[in-house]
């Protein structure tokens, strides 16, 4: 009981000597956690610029998920640049293999027409 009693007397003693009295409540509350935070360190940095990264791939990755349903859909259409393209590249290297072998079939027989002409009239002449 004797600390009860010391404890208000000097509680009244303080409040007496303080100049406004007891501060009120909104500003005690306002001084509290001012000055509370963590000095930038390595590691909670590190945790601000991975957030970070991560916010920019999750924007790379929906950016290639709208290309490719982009890519999808015009693939579904069937794009005729690309489908039709391939057959006739194709039908030209043909023709131009075929004739290519045509062009040597010709000038073989025509040389080998010239050869045989040639050694039909002619004879060999022999050392005397």
């Not at 991975?50 to 950016?63: I, R």
């Not at 290309?67 to 043909?94: N, T």
């Amino acid at each position: 009981m004797a600390a009860a009693v010391t404890v208000v007397v000097g509680s009244t003693f303080f409040i007496a000597r303080t100049p406004g009295g007891f501060a009120p409540a909104k500003s005690m509350l306002a001084q509290v956690g001012v000055v509370v935070g963590v000095a930038p360190n390595p590691y909670n940095t590190l945790n601000a610029q991975l957030s970070q990264e991560k916010t920019q791939l999750d924007m790379e990755a929906a950016d290639l998920a709208s290309q490719k349903a982009a890519l999808a859909s015009q693939a579904a259409k069937g794009s005729p640049a690309s489908s039709s393209a391939v057959p006739w590249y194709l039908m030209v290297a043909v023709g131009i293999a075929a004739f290519f072998v045509g062009l040597s079939f010709h000038l073989g027989a025509r040389r080998e027409r010239m050869e045989r002409g040639m050694g039909q009239g002619k004879e060999t002449p022999t050392a005397a």
